[in-house]
């Protein structure tokens, strides 16, 4: 599901951090998924069962604020609006929280399939 990232690469060098953070918020904000009040996180795609399995992992909280953002920007694009500037979502609140769940669950499933291709031999 997630791909390679140069994100620890960059992070791990403050010179190119602050290189490359005003390219990444311009980048971002150019997206415009915050001005309909979701989260980086919110727009991955749900249709496979890592994904689903990250959903059912959720604190009640956290989902319910998901459902409530995606309901909010799905009747946003139907009216063909944005939010008002007061209800985006700020770049400080675009935290992730789902991306840690997701990892989690795939490196559980790498350890189940090994496990799962494990031989046994008989000693001689």
């Known amino acids: 599901m997630s791909g390679p990232s140069l994100a620890p690469y960059i992070l791990r060098r403050p010179w190119l951090k602050t290189w490359m ?21 919110d727009l991955i795609p749900e249709e496979n069962d890592t994904m689903q399995l990250a959903l059912k992992r959720l604190p009640p909280k956290e989902a319910y604020d998901r459902v409530f953002r995606l309901r909010r920007a799905f009747q946003c694009s139907l009216a063909h609006q944005l939010l008002p500037p007061a209800e985006w979502t700020k ?33 001689t």
């Open 21 to 41: 953070m005003p390219f990444a918020n311009w980048y971002a904000n150019a997206a415009g998924y915050r001005r309909l009040g979701l989260r980086y996180d």
């Open 91 to 123: 770049p400080e609140e675009d935290q992730p929280y789902l991306s840690q769940i997701i990892k989690e669950i795939e490196i559980e499933e790498k350890e189940r399939a090994d496990l799962e291709s494990i031989t046994v031999q008989r000693r």
